[in-house]
């Protein structure tokens, strides 16, 4: 049986990206994360798009996240976005709430399960056709499972039982739903309290409290979701796997030949501070200091972002500050340190590399940056769309760092190409 266009109309998915990736730990939304040079967010659509079994695509994005909001508009799924909420229960809320009216089935998935075959939609969005009201992509266990509680002595859980492993599945994404049935079950979950809220980790659970049956399908083990650094890797390597044309032979590196020879720079770069009889706002590593005097100079005088652009060009061999925003590309001139970073990184990316990291450290004895640094990583992160972190020190009163004349920003940065 195939899906007839009858069929796709009426069907919707919603990929819930609104999460924050606290444990992959870029600083930056999870769905930002570049594998192989594009963004989680993007490669969830691209599965979505080849699977071609829904007629509305809604992206939930984080509150105000500028890049991703760019990122799903340039998509060719063409997604309608939406902001998602505190917990990923919030999240598809407000992606049901942008459903289409008549809408009748509607499939739920993780922006983290970025990998997703496309057979798997079709699979989940094929029982929903025949009938299913709640269907999802279930894996076999590996491991023998526990089940555990803790009796309040301080020590650790003791194991309760131990359920049949035949009898076990593990849950994927996407979960597909009669589309009103699901409407439903959430319109009960709205008036939880937090805690019961909490105890429903995913939306078959609310199906399942219904009394609703729910099917299942095979999963696929391409549709790992990706949680930490480790994953990313399996992740990194089951794309490059996918690549076609390739034999077993050629995924192999070359003998003696590294699989990845990862390029660093540097990039340094120095800023009065302006004189006090012309007031100027500071603005450094991608943020206002509304106490601070700002820096002298033809920009924003953000010497950390242009630090961080010197030595991504410095990284991937393309000249430097002057050759990409000088003087001879005025429509530079008074940019934000943001958005020259996000240039410099789209324009490393055009020369053929991926960006692993970009590392800061500026010396100053103003502005006071600690309170407000992981802020300031977030930006230039999501500008960079690649880690970057930001230090700060001073210089023990010495020179013009130490009498506050002017502050220093030293970064290196590490590139890698994608062109074997
Ligand atoms: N999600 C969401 N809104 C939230 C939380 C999560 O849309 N408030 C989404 C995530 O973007 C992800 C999926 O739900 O695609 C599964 O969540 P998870 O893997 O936990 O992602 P994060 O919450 O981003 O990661 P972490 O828990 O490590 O912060
Ligand atoms: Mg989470």
Redesign the pocket.
């Known amino acids: 049986m195939s899906l007839s266009d009858q069929n796709i109309e009426h069907t919707a998915i919603i990929?819930?990206?609104?999460?924050?990736?606290?444990?992959?730990g870029y600083g930056i939304?999870?769905?930002l994360v570049p594998l192989a040079g594009r963004s989680l967010l993007e490669h969830a659509l691209d599965g979505i798009l080849q699977a071609n079994c829904a007629a509305q695509i809604i992206a939930?994005l984080?509150a105000g996240d500028a890049p991703l909001a760019a990122l799903a508009g340039n998509h060719p799924s063409r997604p309608t976005c939406v902001e998602?909420?505190?917990?990923?229960s919030?999240?598809?809320r407000s992606g049901l709430a942008a459903l289409k009216p008549g809408t009748e089935r509607v499939l739920i998935h993780?922006?983290?399960?970025a990998l997703t075959p496309p057979e798997v939609f079709r699979e989940v969005t094929l029982a929903l056709v025949r009938g299913a009201h709640a269907v999802i992509p279930v894996l076999p266990v590996v491991d023998t499972i526990k089940q555990v509680a803790n009796d309040g002595s301080g020590t650790s859980p003791h194991v309760t039982g131990t359920p049949a492993r035949e009898s076990l599945r593990a849950v994927q994404t996407p979960q597909g739903f009669h589309a009103p049935t699901l409407l439903e079950a959430h319109e009960r979950a709205a008036g939880w309290t937090p805690a019961e809220a909490a105890a429903i980790t995913d939306d078959a659970m609310l199906m399942e409290m219904l009394g609703e049956r729910v099917d299942t399908v095979p999963g696929a083990a391409a549709a790992l979701?990706?949680?930490t650094k480790p994953d990313l890797t399996l992740a990194s390597s089951m794309l490059q796997e996918r690549k076609p044309g390739k034999s077993a032979d050629e995924l192999q590196p070359a003998r003696d030949t590294p699989l990845l020879i990862p390029r660093t720079g540097i990039g340094i770069d120095v800023h009065a501070v302006a004189d006090s009889a012309e007031p100027r706002p500071m603005w450094l590593a991608g943020l206002h200091f509304p106490e601070d005097q700002g820096l002298s100079g033809h920009s924003d005088g953000d010497a950390v972002a242009h630090a961080a652009c010197d030595a991504l060009f410095s990284a991937a061999g393309i000249g430097d500050l002057g050759t990409h925003f000088g003087t001879d590309r005025p429509e530079y001139a008074g940019a934000a340190g943001t958005t020259l970073l996000a240039e410099a990184a789209r324009l490393v990316r055009e020369a053929g590399f991926e960006i692993g990291n970009v590392a800061v450290q500026f010396v100053g004895r103003r502005p006071k940056f600690s309170a407000r640094r992981l802020e300031a990583d977030a930006v230039l992160s999501a500008a960079a769309g690649a880690p970057v972190t930001v230090t700060a020190t001073t210089s023990d009163g010495l020179g013009y760092e130490g009498t506050g004349e002017g502050l220093t920003a030293y970064a290196t940065a590490l590139v890698y190409s994608l062109r074997r």
């Open positions: 990929v819930v990206a609104a999460g924050s990736g606290t444990r992959l939304p999870k769905a939930v984080p998602g909420g505190a917990t990923r919030d999240s598809v993780d922006a983290a399960r979701k990706i949680t």
